[in-house]
T-cell receptor, first 112, second 113 residues
Framework: GENVEQHPSTLSVQEGDSAVIKCTYSDSASNYFPWYKQELGKRPQLIID?????GEKKDQRIAVTLNKTAKHFSLHITETQPEDSAVYFCAARESSASKIIFGSGTRLSIRP | NAGVTQTPKFRILKIGQSMTLQCTQDMNHNYMYWYRQDPGMGLKLIYY???????DKGEVPNGYNVSRSTTEDFPLRLELAAPSQTSVYFCASRQQGAEEKLFFGSGTQLSVL
């Protein structure tokens, strides 16, 4: 089955700087890779996703890149703001299955 | 639409007790999922369902059971609760097709003492 590893587990960046979170997956059949943000005490919410037929996707300050050959994908947040402080989860879904497997999460802190 | 509704929000169980976590969605989603989130950890898939009458195991199914008799409801049953089942439980649903966004419930915080 699919296994998703996520790094780093914690990340602290200065406000205005960029943050990068990386994930690797094990199953080459996976073709959908979402990223979720979870604020303290709240439920996870989708912030961006990418499919295997696309190498990069952007939405304002957030971007995701995918390297299918290396089986890794990354979340990039530019011009970080205090409201970006949260836990971020990557995930992967196999093309032939309905299971969505999550990484272990990254706690992002933005220093003022 | 209420979205995904979970009850209860909080529960304390004694070791060996049983309980059912309720999850219902009003979006007519085919897919439903149960995840657990241990403190400071990621989301682990317990069970999932692709439609009424169909369920399958996820990453950590031991100690749990599910049923899916209707499209709307996907209850999670804990039998013989153990301290290792202390966690926050999230139910989620999504539509079949191009839109794959998971809609999460607000979670159930369970402590087994």
């Amino acid at each position: 089955g699919e296994n998703v590893e996520q790094h780093p587990s914690t990340l602290s960046v200065q406000e205005g700087d960029s943050a990068v979170i990386k994930c690797t997956y094990s199953d080459s059949a996976s073709n959908y890779f979402p990223w979720y943000k979870q604020e303290l005490g709240k439920r996870p919410q989708l912030i961006i996703d990418i499919r295997s037929n696309v190498g990069e996707k952007k939405d304002q300050r957030i971007a995701v890149t995918l390297n299918k050959t290396a089986k890794h994908f990354s979340l990039h947040i530019t011009e970080t703001q205090p409201e970006d402080s949260a836990v971020y989860f990557c995930a992967a879904r196999e093309s032939s299955a309905s299971k969505i497997i999550f990484g272990s999460g990254t706690r992002l802190s933005i220093r003022p | 639409n209420a979205g995904v509704t979970q009850t209860p929000k909080f529960r304390i169980l004694k070791i060996g007790q049983s309980m059912t976590l309720q999850c219902t969605q009003d979006m007519n989603h085919n897919y439903m999922y149960w995840y657990r989130q241990d403190p400071g950890m990621g989301l682990k898939l317990i069970y999932y369902s692709v439609g009424a009458g169909i369920t399958d195991k996820g990453e950590v199914p031991n100690g749990y059971n599910v049923s899916r008799s209707t499209t709307e409801d996907f209850p999670l049953r804990l039998e013989l609760a153990a301290p290792s089942q202390t966690s926050v439980y999230f139910c989620a649903s999504r539509q079949q097709g191009a839109e794959e966004k998971l809609f999460f419930g607000s979670g159930t915080q369970l402590s087994v003492l």
